[in-house]
Every structure is written in C-alpha cells, then in structure tokens.
Nanobody, 117 residues
C-alpha cells in the first residue's frame, strides 16, 4: 500500500502564492503518475496538474502559466507551486498517485486552499 501526507494549504490573498506538498510512503516503486486534483463546493473534482516519473507534465487550462508541478523522486514527494492565485482557485486540493497500469490509485486526505481578501 501507499500512504500520502499532504501539507501547505491555507488562506491567501488574491495574487498571492502557496506551495502544496504531498509525500508518499509505502510501496512507492509502483508509482508512475503523481497529480493534484481539486474540488470546489458544488463542482466536480477536476485535474489541476500531473507529472509522470519521467517528468512529463499536464496542466488544466485554467492554471497554465500560474501553477507549476514538480516531483522529487528521491523524496517521493510531489509539489504544486501556485502563484497569481484567484478566488476561483479556492477548493480542497487532493494528491493522487497511480501506477502505469492504474491498479494502484491512492488519494490523499485533501488540503483546503482559500483565496480571499
């Protein structure tokens, strides 16, 4: 099994920055993709950004140019650097890790990000 521990959420003013972290432990050798999803009240969960163990990234159009996903394979940790935050970025952000086959699919507990003045 894989366990995920997220950190870094909080309250920030519009235009501000936050960095989220998600550390994986356990059977980490099977992890291929690490990703961040978010879910705002009343809305469906959406993919924010993902990164493979080879470094290939994918971003939602709404965060391109503002968010950067990175991964430290030595620390088994994925980061989401969020800049130029907007009120519409307010959501619970969840870390997700998957194996290449999809057999492994683990979610973190989520961390609240609130963008408000």
């Amino acid at each position: 099994q894989v366990q995920l521990v997220e950190s870094g959420g909080g309250l920030v003013q519009p235009g501000g920055s936050l960095r989220l972290s998600c550390a994986a432990s356990g059977r980490i050798s099977s992890i291929y993709t690490m990703a961040w999803y978010r879910q705002a009240p009343g809305l469906q969960r959406e993919l924010v950004a993902s990164i493979t163990n080879g470094g290939r990234t994918n971003y939602a159009d709404s965060v391109k140019g503002r968010f950067i996903i990175s991964r430290d394979n030595a620390k088994n940790t994925v980061y989401l650097q969020m800049s130029s935050l907007k009120p519409e970025d307010t959501a619970v952000y969840c870390c997700n890790v998957r194996s290449l086959s999809g057999f492994l699919n683990v979610w973190g507990q989520g961390t609240q990000v609130t963008v408000s003045s």
